[in-house]
């Protein structure tokens, strides 16, 4: 009796992902998302299609990508800016937790990435999203400093 209670227990922990236990999930829905920015308290969030949902504050519009594989990638452009792609590596170089480039029409483009293999929950995906308005603030306001 003692064996098939362990044998149990050991198939269960090696075909149940330890995420599992701990609360965490692979993957999240889109309207699952959605609501979960929404219940932070930001009011205009929308998926305007399958893995990309737009967040406006204060005039500012982010997008978050829901990858197939679970991963988010935030993203924000700032628009009629030039900026050097040397200072765009200084702000690569000087600062953690999310990247910069120019992209096609040399505008600049902060992202970030939040990584599913470990699972996620609604705090890794709040933090970081919350991670990323900050690093956006500073973003916009370095751009400023050096808009030639």
């Not at 227990?9 to 829905?29: D, E, H, I, M, R």
């Not at 998302?33 to 299609?49: C, N, T």
């Not at 999310?98 to 699972?119: H, I, M, T």
Request: with cysteine; aromatic share 12%.
């Amino acid at each position: 009796m003692k064996i098939r209670i362990v044998t149990t227990l050991l198939v269960v922990f090696v075909l149940v992902p330890v995420y599992v236990f701990a609360g965490l999930t692979s993957k999240y829905s889109d309207f699952e998302l959605v609501q979960i920015i929404k219940d932070e308290g930001y009011s205009s969030v929308k998926k305007i299609r399958d893995g990309v949902i737009k967040i406006k504050i204060n005039g500012q519009t982010f997008v978050l990508f829901n990858n197939e594989d679970g991963d988010l990638q935030a993203y924000y452009a700032i628009g009629n800016a030039k900026i050097s792609y040397e200072d765009i590596n200084t702000w690569n170089r000087t600062k953690r937790c999310s990247r910069a480039y120019l992209d096609s029409d040399k505008d600049p483009v902060l992202e970030s990435d939040l990584l599913a293999n470990g699972g996620l929950s609604k705090k890794h995906v709040t933090e970081f999203f919350r991670v990323f308005r900050i690093s956006a603030k500073s973003f916009k306001k370095f751009i400023a400093e050096h808009d030639n």
